[in-house]
Nanobody, 118 residues
Framework: QVHLVESGGGLVQAGGSLRLSCAAS????????ANWFRQAPGKEREFVAA????????SYADSVKGRFTISRDNAKNTAYLQMNSLRPEDTAVYYC???????????WGQGTQVTVSS
């Protein structure tokens, strides 16, 4: 069982930056893909970014490419999402997930709110 806790959300003006963290309770997190999803009010949860544990490759939703960067520090059992040039449409609850594969999420965090004001 891996327990995930997100932090770093908050209120920021458009154009600003935030760095989200996802702290895992177990070292086995290093053998899962690290993923970030988000869910805006009234919308379905959507994929944001992923970091493959095996080869370190990353992938992003088109809407965040060039603005968001996913990374991880296995020594700290933590994944990060650096978000730059934030836009009001980035407002959502952001969730961290440990992926057993590209499409299967084994564990989820409770989410952290990100609000971008215009």
């Amino acid at each position: 069982q891996v327990h995930l806790v997100e932090s770093g959300g908050g209120l920021v003006q458009a154009g600003g930056s935030l760095r989200l963290s996802c702290a895992a309770s177990e070292r086995t997190f290093s053998r899962y893909n690290a993923n970030w999803f988000r869910q805006a009010p009234g919308k379905e949860r959507e994929f944001v970014a992923a970091h493959n544990w095996w080869d370190g490759s990353t992938s992003y939703a088109d809407s965040v490419k060039g603005r968001f960067t996913i990374s991880r520090d296995n020594a700290k059992n933590t994944a990060y999402l650096q978000m730059n040039s934030l836009r009001p449409e980035d407002t959502a609850v952001y969730y961290c997930a440990a992926g057993a594969s590209r499409t299967t999420m084994a564990y989820w965090g409770q989410g952290t709110q990100v609000t971008v004001s215009s």
